[in-house]
T-cell receptor, first 114, second 115 residues
Framework: NAGVTQTPKFQVLKTGQSMTLQCAQDMNHNSMYWYRQDPGMGLRLIYYSASEGTTDKGEVPNGYNVSRLNKREFSLRLESAAPSQTSVYFC?????????????FGPGTRLTVT | GDSVTQMEGPVTLSEEAFLTINCTYTATGYPSLFWYVQYPGEGLQLLLKATKADDKGSNKGFEATYRKETTSFHLEKGSVQVSDSAVYFCALFLPFSGSARQLTFGSGTQLTVLP
């Protein structure tokens, strides 16, 4: 049982390049989330998916797109990377029942945009 | 809007010292409250939670009590260990809020415990 996995662990992009961050969970959770973590700002929600086939914007969605490929996988795409997107990105999942608020996090992707 | 305010870090303590990390919140409803911990190089893990006023969450020697009258959820541990060195996040969740299913996090408090 791997929990939540993310790839890649590290990435360096030049301004204007695109990339997709991958996330998968094996806990059969309905809901999945993408956060970014910046120094002194905690975690901020980028997008979430309450269930397979649905996605919604979070607090900071500009510059990002997401795809809920199936129940297990939720990807985050940067179409044209900017230095302001340098951050650590975390994927999380939770079940849709009584434990909705208990989110399980992946190990993170550290992204640098130069 | 909903928000969480944590005491600024970093906090440095000697092993076996008493720990308090303050957390206060602002919310329009009756939130559930959480403490998450992030060890170096890892993602966040749920440490403890409380879902209604006067509930006490506890885990691994850490405790926090949901105080509605002071809108607080301070984290405490009686005797910290070097292995407790991590970043601690306070968070709230409003299950019926317009923003649906998101946690609102504080900015995090870095704790370093020295041997």
């Amino acid at each position: 049982n791997a929990g939540v996995t993310q790839t890649p662990k590290f990435q360096v992009l030049k301004t204007g390049q695109s990339m997709t961050l991958q996330c998968a969970q094996d806990m059969n959770h309905n809901s999945m989330y993408w956060y970014r973590q910046d120094p002194g700002m905690g975690l901020r929600l980028i997008y979430y998916s309450a269930s397979e086939g649905t996605t919604d914007k979070g607090e900071v969605p500009n510059g990002y797109n997401v795809s809920r490929l199936n129940k297990r996988e939720f990807s985050l795409r940067l179409e044209s990377a900017a230095p302001s997107q340098t951050s650590v990105y975390f994927c999380a999942s939770s079940d849709g029942t009584g434990g909705l608020w208990e989110q399980y996090f992946g190990p993170g992707t550290r992204l640098t945009v130069t | 809007g909903d928000s969480v305010t944590q005491m600024e870090g970093p906090v440095t303590l000697s092993e076996e010292a008493f720990l308090t990390i303050n957390c206060t919140y602002t919310a329009t409803g009756y939130p559930s409250l959480f403490w998450y911990v992030q060890y170096p190089g890892e993602g966040l893990q749920l440490l403890l939670k409380a879902t209604k006023a006067d509930d006490k969450g506890s885990n691994k020697g850490f405790e926090a009590t949901y105080r509605k009258e002071t809108t607080s959820f301070h984290l405490e541990k009686g005797s910290v260990q070097v292995s407790d060195s991590a970043v601690y996040f306070c968070a709230l969740f409003l299950p019926f809020s317009g923003s649906a299913r998101q946690l609102t996090f504080g900015s995090g408090t870095q704790l370093t415990v020295l041997p």
